[in-house]
């Protein structure tokens, strides 16, 4: 019976120990402007004329850090899923030392939460989320949380 009493304390002690070490860190967090106004987006009208659905929206343009300094490529294409509404979109955000794969339905207006789904080079397994706002003025601000293995 005392033996089993002093293996429980180090029992808890180990237990405690092991979940701390398993304790997973803040993401990660970068804010990227895709910037328009350079390269505006290109419409390719298909079915009805005018907004309709299935209608595709092409992009490559300048990626800016938040200070506005180039840091990239933002490049991709989005199909109108909901007229005046949004769009289901897959772009590459693409840096020097790798790039980052998202995707998820952009809104018009408001913030859009989009889904990291992969990276290269530095970003390789990378997993997360980013926030997509229209600033109104031909440039989006991305605030994307990550981690990296």
Known sequence: MHAMTAVRPLLLVTAVTVGLACTPEAPKVMVTIADARVERARL???GQPG???GDLVVF???LLDEHGTPVGNNSGA???TRVAHSFQCQWTLSFDDGSIQV???ELEKGSSDITIVG???????I????????NEDGTFTQTLRYRLP
């Open 44 to 46: 390719v009208d298909t």
């Open 51 to 53: 907004d309709s659905a």
């Open 60 to 62: 490559d343009q300048p």
């Open 78 to 80: 989005c199909i109108r």
């Open 103 to 105: 995707a998820g339905r």
């Open 119 to 125: 990276g290269t080079g530095m970003y390789s397994g």
């Open 127 to 134: 997993s997360g989320d980013m926030v997509s706002v229209n």
